[in-house]
């Protein structure tokens, strides 16, 4: 007798998910594409976020948004707690983090290293952080567990991972973020003499790019949106490298929003483990050119090319995905 039994979330994300979770992200790039250099924000948010809706919508899935976007910024959002999928109810039970287009200004500027980008994993593995900003401490792998400690000062840190690379601190380079509220922590990183990447927008391209030695980038600090945080530590779960993250609260409301969302300890230091859980899928499409993934590209046939990454934390598979996507005929 043949078995009715539901697939258990696992064998989905066997089955389904790990390649059709670039079906989303391509499906979001290719919408904020659109938008790319006309200097409009929202409306390549706007783009981006009713593409990828669309294209969950084609999923067999019961998800579930526990990192939506847009609430900062009062922009279109795919927002907590949304469902989303074409099984809403039946369907496996998956959570969802995502940022439909991970970089706004960046794309409305036609800048580098702007993202579609999604985590995917079972029901309770992926962290329900609210939209607030979150410190951001990153290491590549390779190093010994808890090399790196949001505890310690920006210089300890460095002096540590320093020490188990084997060279002087001043070898060292670190990703931060372009930003005024990052002026002390430049000056600190540059008084012991580190090298120092700055970038505009974009700190999950950031935080992963500790991951390629290409990048000869060896670690992330500062500030940044608490989703794109635990974006980050999914890909980092799928890739190895360690990652400590702290949420920062400006006013009571935003202290509020946590406590919505079931955490209590507001001064907590988050693992990566802690942040993403179990097995999970990170899939991130370029939108526009970036160190990690080529932009999208509309040809003058009307065909459009996108590049992408898909990840698994259960195997550490890395697939890099080159698309052609042509009119219907």
């Known amino acids: 007798m043949t078995s009715t039994a539901s697939p258990k979330s696992s064998d989905i994300l066997d089955r389904v998910l790990v390649m059709e979770m670039v079906r989303v992200t391509e499906a979001a790039a290719v919408g904020a594409s659109k938008l790319i250099g006309r200097g409009d924000e929202k409306a390549a948010d706007a783009a981006a976020v009713e593409a990828m809706r ?33 099984a809403i109810g039946t369907g496996p039970k998956i959570d969802i983090a995502l940022d439909p287009l991970e970089g706004t200004t960046i794309t409305a500027k036609a800048g580098p290293n702007s993202l579609a980008v999604l985590a995917a994993a079972e029901h309770g593995c992926l962290l329900n952080a609210p939209d607030v900003y979150m410190d951001k401490l990153a290491v590549g792998p390779g190093y010994p567990d808890g090399v790196i ?30 930003r005024p509220r990052h002026a002390d922590l430049i000056a600190e990183l540059r008084g012991i003499g580190c090298g120092i990447v700055l970038i505009g927008d974009g700190d999950v391209a950031g935080v992963i790019a500790t991951t390629d030695p290409d990048t000869t980038i060896d670690m992330y600090m500062g500030s940044g949106g608490a989703p794109e945080g635990v974006l980050a530590a999914a890909a ?82 890395v697939r890099w995905v080159k698309g052609e996507h042509r009119k219907p005929r």
Do not use: H
């Open 236 to 317: 980092l779960r799928c890739v190895g490298g360690q990652f400590n993250g702290r949420l920062l609260f400006r006013n009571d409301d935003e202290k509020a929003r946590a406590r919505k969302w079931g955490i209590e300890d507001l001064g907590k230091i988050y693992k990566l483990e802690e942040l993403a859980k179990g097995d999970c899928i990170f899939a991130a499409t370029g939108v526009t050119d970036g160190s990690l993934l080529a932009g999208v590209k509309r040809r003058k046939d009307g065909s459009i090319t996108t590049e992408s990454v898909v990840m698994r934390a259960s195997t550490g598979t």
């Open 149 to 178: 400690d949001l505890a310690k000062t920006p210089t300890q840190n460095v002096e540590a991972v320093a020490a188990a690379k084997g060279v002087q601190p001043d070898e060292i380079i670190v990703c931060v973020l372009d």
């Open 54 to 86: 669309k294209a969950f919508d084609e999923l067999p899935i019961d998800g579930t948004v526990v990192i939506g976007e847009g609430e900062r910024d009062e922009a279109p959002m795919l927002y907590i707690g949304e469902k989303v999928g074409g």
